[in-house]
């Protein structure tokens, strides 16, 4: 089966949430678990709605076998940081190793290249090697390190802050 990586949509608003709820029990690398993404359905589509007026920002999801398996979704910073976005990314563990994640790096970053951004920022738990090996090879380089960024069951875990210069 082969993965298409499209522009979400507000009507994918539903399949997107499921998706979101499945890959947060799936790892510690998010910033939620199972069943913790915090909006409803309509809150969902309200967002990609906005994103979608945002030329800078894209919200992107790789589908495969009518579901999502990935999601990428670059924010655009607005004012003085305007030449920046955020970068937020995920993979059902069953697409690890795949492709799936470079298929939305890739796409991700021409679109950030063809909006004129000049960065592309993310944090990334530092016990991540996968999710770091990722980056780096898109040229993601390292530009600190958080103490106690994410703070999950009362432990604390670090994260790397990385930046891609275009």
């Known amino acids: 089966?082969?993965?298409?990586?499209?522009?979400?949509?507000?009507?994918?608003?539903?399949?997107?949430?499921e998706y979101l709820n499945t890959v947060g029990g799936e790892t510690d690398n998010l910033t939620f678990g199972a069943g913790e993404f915090p909006?409803?359905?309509?809150?969902?589509?309200?967002?990609?709605?906005?994103e979608a007026e945002n030329p800078k920002s894209l919200m992107l999801t790789a589908w495969e076998g009518g579901r999502i398996v990935g999601n990428a979704h670059l924010g655009a910073l607005s004012r003085r940081l305007a030449h920046r976005g955020s970068l937020g990314?995920?993979?059902?563990?069953?697409?690890?190793?795949?492709?799936?994640?470079?298929?939305?790096?890739?796409?991700?970053?021409?679109?950030?290249?063809?909006?004129?951004?000049?960065?592309?920022?993310?944090?990334?738990?530092?016990?991540?090697?996968?999710?770091?090996?990722?980056?780096?090879?898109?040229?993601?380089?390292?530009i600190g390190h958080y103490p106690g960024f994410f703070k999950i069951g009362g432990e604390y875990f670090d994260c790397e802050l990385m930046n891609l210069y275009l």
């Open 89 to 142: 990314i995920s993979v059902l563990r069953e697409a690890w190793g795949r492709g799936v994640g470079s298929a939305l790096m890739e796409e991700v970053i021409a679109h950030a290249r063809a909006q004129g951004l000049e960065i592309i920022e993310l944090e990334v738990r530092s016990d991540n090697p996968r999710a770091i090996r990722l980056y780096e090879k898109f040229g993601f380089v390292r």
């Open 1 to 17: 089966m082969s993965v298409t990586i499209q522009r979400a949509r507000p009507e994918d608003a539903p399949a997107l949430i």
């Open 39 to 50: 909006a409803t359905v309509e809150e969902e589509a309200a967002f990609l709605r906005r």
